[in-house]
């Protein structure tokens, strides 16, 4: 059983900045891997970024490298999403979820992750 709590969401002018935080509990493992996707209403789940808590190469959606950036801290079992330069496109509930035995070529793939936390609300305003 893993629980994820997402907090740091908010109200911010496009080009502002916000960090998002996903904190884990449970059975968390080294191999495991964490997702941050956004959805608005009558879309599906799009893929923001992604890491590994063992470590190595962060991956990101086409529409947010170079912008946001995803880092963990293994000692608080805490994912971040630092997001800088927001547009009023970022507007969106942002989840963070982890995934098992996920490759590089699964991280953008919703449904290979089994656990969710339950959103948060991010609103950037033009």
């Known amino acids: 059983q893993v629980q994820l709590v997402e907090s740091g969401g908010g109200l911010v002018q496009a080009g502002g900045s916000l960090r998002l935080s996903c904190a884990a509990s449970g059975r968390i493992f080294i191999s495991d891997a964490m997702g941050w996707f956004r959805q608005i209403p009558g879309n599906e789940r799009e893929f923001v970024a992604g890491?590994?808590?063992?470590?190595?190469?962060?991956y990101y959606g086409d529409s947010v490298k170079g912008r946001f950036t995803i880092s963990r801290d293994n000692a608080k079992n805490t994912v971040y999403l630092q997001m800088n330069s927001l547009k009023p496109d970022d507007t969106a509930v942002y989840y963070c979820?982890?995934?098992?035995?996920?490759?590089?070529?699964?991280?953008?793939?919703?449904?290979?992750?089994?656990?969710w936390g339950q959103g948060t609300q991010v609103t950037v305003s033009s």
């Open positions: 979820a982890l995934g098992k035995f996920m490759t590089p070529q699964l991280m953008g793939e919703s449904r290979r992750y089994a656990d």
């Open positions: 890491i590994r808590w063992s470590g190595g190469s962060a």
